[in-house]
């Protein structure tokens, strides 16, 4: 069994049988954890064993699948228990978008992972909860903004960007791996925001901190960390543990190297990047005698953090989806190249141009959502005693809203599990908006990065496409790509070559 293979690889100094007396033990002193659900009409769900709860029913590399499967079960309100973690998840459009926009105070709380904990300790944006939060994500949002997100000089640096990218794609004259060069890219919009400038491809420090956080998330999403997350003290020994220790430690130590150099020449009246606009706040804020603020080294390391993931992973990732499928579906591909020739020509791609590339905007969003980047969504937690649906639902409950059920929920979309473009287009070819794309969630945890992702994915999707046809390695055929998602805490497509034609 699984989880038994993950005890086994785990406890290097602990025996099997050892652990099994632990896990009898701690069950013992806290059999009370398992309570009747039938009292106050809590969610209903799977009986739970002793202590491992419902894990030997869980699919550890890929939880979410699970969690779809028993909500066809169970319902769009259920209970599961994650070891000895009580957990209730939210299943299908209505009812996570009931959930996070209706009660969005209820479950708008951040629960955080032990291991994201163990890093973050409650500081920045994704993890942190109360007054903290709320002030750095109102800065945060407040400051990307005045430095471009969403605005005409944010859409000059990923137009710039676009051109860096083609140049290495135009080295490779074989197939090869986009992963890198691509997350290079997009790192470099976040960065020239977040830091004030961007950074040569050819910079060992910042390529380093790319690949690293990239490895990082893989890491976390790994099924020997989630029983870490859940058994700390059986499974604190696990290499992957020390391996995020490490790449977290790596990324401080050079984020501190670059927030020493922007204090040295740091100008109030000539702000580049959200690291000085921090730095000027706590300054003010230090000189008028303010000690106890939110503005302190802790929170500027995790926000930047923050930004640095949310600003690179998922916005990569979607690309290296989208020009994966373009290869696997050349008939789609071929359309969007035709609307790009036949709309915008050989000119360079703007922002105001979507409303006339519908099915290219279809074809973005189709991505978006068939690639389900984050399936379980960030693990919310109840900020009060709620009764939802006619459940009752305690104070400091774990909640995830599966968005793998939303996107692919059979009663919102028509061929939910396909690459199906003709989602987003009405019957005369326009686009059209639909409730249940939620890529980016819902309520007050909503991706702060939507409308600079939103940008990113149309520039450089379409300059790419312009530029290039993108096809299979030779002697492999479209049929034989694989969509099938790499394990991580995002799903990453697996490893795989592409060849960039020019055509330009």
């Known amino acids: 069994m699984e989880i038994l293979d993950v005890f086994l690889q785990s406890s290097s100094s602990v025996s099997l049988l050892g652990a099994l007396l632990v896990l009898l033990l701690v069950y013992l002193v806290s059999s ?50 994650f070891g000895p973690k009580k957990v209730v998840v939210l299943a299908g459009y209505k009812t996570v978008k009931e959930a996070l926009v209706n009660y969005a105070d209820e479950f708008g709380d951040r629960d955080s992972l032990l291991i994201a904990h163990e890093m973050n300790q409650g500081h920045g944006i994704v993890w942190s909860n109360g007054d903290s939060w709320k002030e750095m994500r109102r800065f945060a949002l407040t400051n990307l903004r005045d430095f471009g997100m969403g605005k005409k000089a944010c859409e000059d640096k990923i137009t710039e960007e676009c051109h860096y990218l083609i140049e290495v794609f135009k080295k490779f004259k074989e197939a090869f791996d986009i992963t890198q060069s691509m997350n290079y890219a997009v790192s470099n919009i976040i960065c020239s925001i977040v830091y004030g400038s961007r950074f040569d491809y050819s910079d060992l420090k910042f390529t380093s901190m790319v690949d690293q956080i990239n490895k990082r998330i893989q890491l976390v999403g790994s099924p020997s960390i989630q029983m870490y997350n859940l058994f700390p003290w059986i499974c604190q020994w696990v290499s992957e543990r020390r391996e995020i220790q490490n790449i977290t430690a790596s990324f401080k130590k050079e984020n501190l190297d670059l927030f020493s150099h922007l204090k040295e020449t740091l100008n109030p009246q000539m702000c580049r990047g959200f690291v000085e606009a921090f730095l000027i706040r706590k300054q003010n804020l230090e000189e008028s005698g303010i000690t106890n603020s939110h503005f302190h080294n802790e929170n500027l390391m995790e926000t930047v953090l923050n930004l640095f993931v949310a600003g690179t992973e998922t916005t990569s990732t979607t690309l290296r989806w989208a020009l994966l499928l373009m290869a696997k579906y050349p008939k789609i591909q071929n359309q969007v190249k035709e609307e790009l020739s036949r709309v915008i ?13 519908p099915f290219t905007d279809a074809v973005i969003h189709e991505t978006q959502r068939l690639a389900n980047i984050v399936p379980m969504s960030v693990p919310h937690r109840t900020s009060q005693d709620v009764t939802f649906q006619g459940h009752f639902i305690k104070k400091g409950t774990t909640v995830y809203p599966l968005l793998t059920s939303v996107l692919y929920d059979e009663s919102e979309w028509e061929s939910p599990h396909t690459f199906y473009p003709a989602h987003f287009l009405d019957k005369d070819g326009k686009f059209v908006k639909r409730d249940a794309f939620m890529p980016f969630s819902a309520g007050r945890r909503i991706c702060l990065g939507e409308s600079l992702a939103r940008m990113e994915l149309l520039i450089f999707f379409t300059t790419l496409l312009q530029h290039f046809r993108f096809t299979p390695p030779p002697g492999v055929s479209e049929d034989e790509l694989d969509l099938t998602p790499r394990v991580g805490f995002t799903l990453n497509p697996s490893p795989h070559k592409l060849c960039a034609v020019s055509c330009m």
């Open 32 to 81: 009370s954890s398992f309570n009747s659900q039938e009292d106050r009409k809590e969610p209903p769900g799977p009986k739970p064993l002793p202590v491992l709860g419902n894990l030997l029913q869980l699919d550890l590399k890929r939880p979410y699948n699970t969690l779809l499967k028993l909500s066809k079960k169970y319902g769009s309100v259920f209970t599961v228990y």
């Open 345 to 357: 020509g050989s000119r360079q791609v703007q922002v105001e141009d979507r409303k006339n590339l």
